[in-house]
């Protein structure tokens, strides 16, 4: 079992900027992806933003050129840096963790989330 604890949520105003954080319990070996997911209420979760172990990324349409994530792998860290905020940026945001030590039977890991609010 893999846990992971997202920090960085908080309130700030439209065009502000955060920075949110991941961090799995443990190392794994195995090739993964991390992404970063969000809900707001009454809304289904949706992608926000993901990168592979060997470094690719992708970002929804709704964030791209504002969003940008990134990689510690020396503090086993993932990262999510949000600028240009907009008030419909305002959720919950999940990391989750996606391991590929079996291919065939990739194991997912979600956190618990953090909360950005985005006032106008």
């Known amino acids: 079992q893999v846990q992971l604890v997202e920090s960085g949520g908080g309130s700030v105003q439209a065009g502000g900027s955060l920075r949110l954080s991941c961090v799995p319990s443990?190392?794994?070996?195995?090739?993964?992806?991390m992404s970063w997911y969000r809900q707001a209420p009454g809304k289904e979760r949706e992608f926000v933003s993901g990168?592979?172990?060997?470094?690719?990324?992708s970002y929804a349409d709704s964030v791209k050129g504002r969003f940008t994530i990134s990689q510690d792998n020396a503090k086993n860290t993932v990262y999510l840096q949000m600028n240009s905020l907009r008030p419909e940026d305002t959720a919950m945001y999940y990391c989750?963790?996606?391991?590929?030590?079996?291919?065939?039977?990739?194991?997912?890991?979600w956190g618990q989330g953090t909360q950005v609010t985005v006032s106008s």
């Open positions: 989750k963790m996606r391991q590929y030590c079996n291919p065939d039977w990739p194991e997912d890991y």
């Open positions: 443990r190392y794994t070996s195995c090739s993964y992806a």
């Open positions: 990168i592979d172990s060997d470094g690719p990324t």
